[in-house]
DNA sequence: TCTTTTCTCTGACTCGGGTCAGATATCGTT
DNA sequence: AACGATATCTGACCCGAGTCAGAGAAAAGA
């Protein structure tokens, strides 16, 4: 049923605002053109281009040079390696992008015209939810180094939280341990990407979570984290589901892990996933809760 | 707001839903000729298809006879006029036709398989919700005549709603009445058009509504009607507003109206437009509550 | 009956989007 | 200095989508 109406919904958008939409974007150049403005923003490489619309390296190069023709961007050799180009919006090219972006907004602005205030709020609310659950159906889980910018960066934002949740504060301790305990053989880091465009360099991190070794047979689930923005989808109860399946394939019978007391949500999930309440096993000063679960 | 969440939603829709929708309808073939299987359903004419599609003769001709050529459709002369040409179906056709259906709604499911079933159902109703507001949005008023089918149509909804609602039931009186009262000058008769796909002949009717006049300056709202399906998306007060409009360019001074008292909601309306009570003003038997408003 | 209109089809064409195979220049490594 | 890898560009293509101008057959009107 789910199905259907989706499909449903499908064709009506399609028809009311997808193609509208690309219609008058291509403002009498090619619509591929008007997306490259966008694309470029502050600047940016050709090849940075290519692999970010994943288009031949022909093409970008035509598309490029029907644009600079119009004068809208202009292109000098990269300062640090002079085989690229580095491609910037000309006055004129961040013009048009901004009327382009003026034309899409009139667009909605007429599409939404006749509803009354109220039920524009509410179709902005329904379409904004739709847009979040559709974000979590496509995150994806991969196993990463602990090391790599991406996992520094969910790695920090977990500790910053800690750090503002907690009264006491919260320090991370001594960095780089992670380094051997959540790589393989000993352990995983998992993070969680969210693939949600325009948010570079990498896919926006939606959260993260580790395993590692604890005992033979025992492992330990640490770091989960879910970023504020994404929760409410879900993502915190299949995070800790595809961990469980990480420890499992490695061979563990039994999963673990501390909390404290201060973070409700995660222990109502803890309990209702199976895990039962045990003793103190480590000496972390912020855990108040242990919990185990046979795998 | 609204604008730029509509529009962020929008750009997230057509990267994970729209394309790749068409990308994987097209098995082979061209995608227009994909799209004609689903058009053609139980057979139509040529000219019928290029209209509904708003192709060029010339473009349907060809697609059709590439699909002739795989031995989906096959095409006869319209036994009534045999300028024109019936297109229908073959069994290998048909078969085609349910296998891009299932594959369609195989996409989706796939898409919604990491979503748990409680945020699945979540997300089809609020597609689902947005889909109605955004037939809201674009649903269009038409003065037409009434003696149309399309009128008729919107009639006798109307008439069949009131007898299932009124204990007593209803009884129209004599047809035809309608013929002078609501076409100019004396009156109009405004259809609410639903452009969602299709509903054949015309697009799906939404509702209707009339204006007539009662005596110099004074105009009579009736036959004010919403399709079930169309309710609770401000249809209702849009419609009002509409004749109302449509009374006072037509020089009335004062709108009056009658309804009974079984139906709250509408009583509800025309009290917060600005309508106040008065007395009887004619013999409906079926009037209990009359109301009046300076236009 | 003759003329005009309607309906479909064909051929010739345009255009945007995109691929592919080099050519050229630069970088990194040995 | 030489070699292979990398980044961009150019020219030659292909293909699907769509337009346009008739041609031919049938229907409708005078």
Redesign the pocket.
């Known amino acids: 049923m789910p199905t259907s109406t989706v499909r449903r919904f499908n064709r009506l958008h399609t028809r009311v605002l997808g193609v509208l939409d690309d219609d008058f974007l291509?403002r009498?150049?090619?619509?591929?053109?008007s997306r490259l403005l966008f694309e470029i923003g502050d600047g940016t490489?050709?090849?940075?281009l290519?692999d970010r619309?994943?288009?031949?390296?022909?093409?970008?190069?035509?598309?490029?040079?029907s644009l600079e023709a119009d004068d809208l961007v202009s292109?000098a050799?990269?300062p640090?390696?002079?085989?690229?180009?580095?491609?910037s919006l000309t006055d004129a090219g961040r013009r048009e992008r901004a009327e382009l972006d003026r034309l899409s907004d009139r667009h909605v602005d007429d599409l939404l015209e006749p509803l009354d205030p109220r039920r524009r709020v509410e179709l902005a609310d329904v379409l904004d939810r739709a847009r979040r659950l559709l974000i979590a159906a496509t995150v994806t889980f991969a196993d990463i180094d602990p090391s790599t910018p991406e996992a520094l960066f969910a790695l920090r934002s977990y500790y910053a939280e800690l750090d503002s949740t907690f009264e006491a504060g919260f320090d991370p301790g001594e960095p780089g341990a992670d380094g051997v305990d959540y790589v393989r053989p000993r352990g995983r880091f998992v993070i969680v990407r969210i693939d949600d465009e325009s948010d570079r360099p990498f896919p926006t991190v939606g959260g993260c979570g580790a395993v590692t070794r604890l005992e033979p047979g025992v492992a330990e689930i640490k770091r989960m984290w879910i970023h504020p923005d994404a929760r409410g989808l879900g993502l915190a109860g299949r995070l800790l589901r595809h961990l469980e399946d990480a420890a499992r394939s490695d061979g563990h019978r039994r999963v673990r892990l501390d909390t404290n007391d201060a973070l409700l949500p995660a222990i109502e999930m803890y309990r209702t996933s199976g895990y039962a309440e045990i003793d103190r096993y480590n000496d972390n000063p912020y855990a108040r809760l242990f919990f185990e679960k046979p795998l």
């Open positions: 291509s009498g150049r090619p619509l591929g053109a490489t050709v090849a940075d290519r619309l994943d288009l031949d390296s022909g093409y970008v190069s035509r598309l490029l040079r292109t050799p990269d640090i390696d002079s085989r690229r180009r580095f491609v």
